[in-house]
């Protein structure tokens, strides 16, 4: 879900390189990193997340 617009999704490679796009570190880090697939995509969500929480309460 992009929490920004809310949309709701299927993550494929394109949105993904699209939300990593905004941090440029984590950018480069993801198109470098060599491993299989569903593990280098879970790993960087949680990179993602972990720099960008979000807070449902205000």
Do not use: C, H, R, W
Request: charged share 30%.
């Amino acid at each position: 879900m992009n929490f920004e617009t809310g949309e709701v999704f299927l993550l494929n490679k394109k949105q993904l390189t699209n939300l990593f796009s905004k941090d440029a570190e984590l950018l480069n880090d993801y198109k470098k990193f060599k491993g299989k697939k569903d593990v280098k995509t879970f790993m960087f969500i949680m990179k993602y997340n972990q720099k960008y929480p979000i807070s449902f309460l205000k």
